[in-house]
């Protein structure tokens, strides 16, 4: 598909799209180019894409489409020194997406199968072959790279604990431009199982439908897509039909895990982080009760540990390359050797992920929450993971994120954004019944004093932007807006 490119060994070719079947494959060809992949969010603003392009270095880049499934304007044309191409040219030159299979003309899906025989000369384990910006928890996501054989070990772990044979689909309804969302593919390149990625006029179609008419076995998904299907009594129908549903990226409420139980779901709990390309641990198979209210086992190729003051620390044959610098510095890193890619690592080799949590008896990882999320409120330390998996566990709520908030009376006191489900009478509408839901489930100090709806997410945002909820409460409360 990419023969125009005419792509070098070791060159940087962005990929700014959501996703769409050219964007999948367009991956799978860079690789086996020995370039290296820069998926990027199309719904960056332009100043921001244009920052992240100039940060990494790239030679080309090519626009795909936005989550409305139209063509994207090449916005950063006068800023780019490379060549820019789209996805729209490769089709109307008529080249076919190797690998593609559409199982009907009028499927709305395509079907990628990588060539698993390709798979030994892909390229050499420690060859870049990706760098993909941090979700993050702020504005400013980091470059993050990583080689072929982190994302080869990966796949391998992952695949050996969520078992991926040829006659697999796994519906990609994660974006690409974020680890959850490009795991996939290697997954794929190893087991020989197909992905099915939405074409781009059909990108908006509901996600229960996405499942039934893509005849996926196997999905991923964040917390709140989980919740959204589970009101779904169709949905649910569909959902018990998969082998596999890996959830990931946030707090998930346990009464959302034992809907899912209750409902006889093959639900697989997972942590991980863009660091680790991807999954550090993830449930068993067998696992059933309160291993499944745990974040899992550590997986192969991985290593674990818990520092003295409950920090998750990682290491191993998954743990990126490093952060790349924007610019020429003038020193070398101290990991690394190279001027311009920093990995933080401690004297030991452990990365510190800034996550808390423990590890119990039976060696299940506890995930407690962020260490710079966590606050003191009357002398107590809160993590706001806590009181968001108690706020969701209240029916009618579909998504919930916790601050700190100074007000008149003390500093530091809980807030609660919420997003109440559609056609709930409950949620926002009714903050005393939730009220006295909490005080059964948080110490009293945890209890927001504060309740606010919560605004709309930016498109491809997985990961809540705190400090900005922040200051919005703290203008809210100043203007009397809100709920107590």
């Known amino acids: 598909m990419l023969e125009k490119l005419q792509i070098k060994p070791g060159e940087r070719i962005a990929l700014i799209s959501e996703n ?42 090519i626009y795909g489409f936005n989550k409305n499934g139209s063509s994207i304007s090449p916005s950063i044309r006068s800023d780019f020194e490379g060549k820019i191409y789209s996805f729209e040219e490769f089709k109307k030159s008529n080249i076919a997406i190797a690998g593609d299979c559409l199982r009907q003309k009028k499927d709305p899906f395509s079907l990628l199968y990588a060539d698993t025989a390709a798979l030994q000369p892909l390229r050499a384990l420690n060859d870049p072959a990706s760098i993909i910006f941090t979700s993050g928890t702020t504005d400013k996501p980091r470059a993050v790279m990583h080689t072929a054989g982190n994302h080869y070990y990966s796949a391998l772990g992952s695949n050996e604990n969520i078992i991926l044979s040829p006659q697999d689909i796994w519906l990609l309804c994660l974006p690409l431009y974020h680890i959850s969302g490009l795991s996939l593919i290697m997954k794929s390149y190893l087991s020989g199982a197909a992905i099915a990625v939405a074409n781009p006029q059909d990108i908006r179609m509901p996600l229960s439908e996405m499942i ?3 005849h996926a ?36 409420a346990d009464g959302l895990i034992k809907e899912c139980l209750q409902n006889k779901l093959k639900i697989f709990k997972s942590y991980g982080s863009s660091e680790m390309a991807s999954q550090v641990t993830t449930t068993l198979p067998a696992d059933t009760g309160s291993h499944l209210l745990s974040s899992g086992k550590l997986l192969k190729y991985r ?91 209240y029916p009618g709520i579909e998504n919930a994120i916790a601050v700190p908030v100074n007000c008149p009376k003390s500093e530091n006191v809980p807030a609660v954004f919420i997003k109440t489900a559609e056609k709930s009478s409950r949620g926002l509408h009714d903050i005393a019944g939730l009220k006295k839901f909490l005080e059964k489930k948080l110490e009293k100090v945890k209890i927001p004093e504060f309740y606010f709806e919560l605004p709309k997410q930016k498109a491809g945002q997985l990961k809540p932007d705190r ?18």
């Not at 370039?35 to 894409?49: D, E, G, R, T």
């Not at 897509?225 to 946030?250: C, D, F, T, Y």
């Not at 949590?357 to 966590?374: N, Q």
């Not at 909820?469 to 807006?481: C, D, F, M, Q």
């Open 20 to 61: 769409c079947p050219e964007f999948a494959r367009a991956i799978i060809e860079i690789w086996e180019s020995n370039a290296v992949a820069i998926p990027v969010n199309p719904s960056y603003p332009h100043l921001k894409l244009t920052d992240a392009i100039k940060k990494v270095s790239c030679a080309k880049a």
């Open 217 to 252: 076995t196997h999905i991923s998904l964040v917390p709140v897509q989980l919740h959204r299907l589970m009101q779904e009594n169709s949905a649910v129908k569909l959902l018990r039909k998969l082998k596999a549903i890996l959830i990931g990226g946030g707090t998930a």
């Open 212 to 214: 039934g008419r893509s």
């Open 303 to 393: 290593e674990l540990s818990i520092a003295s003051d409950t920090e998750i620390l990682v290491k191993g044959k998954t743990l990126f390359s490093g952060y790349v610098r924007a610019g020429k510095e003038e020193t070398a890193d101290r990991v690394t050797g190279d001027a311009n890619i920093f990995l933080p690592l401690d004297n030991e080799g452990w990365f510190h992920t800034g996550d808390t949590g423990y590890i119990d008896s039976e060696g299940y990882l506890h995930v407690l929450g962020r260490k710079d999320t966590m606050f003191v409120s009357k002398g107590e330390n809160i993590y706001p993971e806590e009181i968001e998996s108690a706020v969701l566990d």
């Open 467 to 484: 400090e900005k909820l922040r200051i919005t409460a703290s203008k809210l409360i100043r203007s009397k807006v809100f709920q107590e």
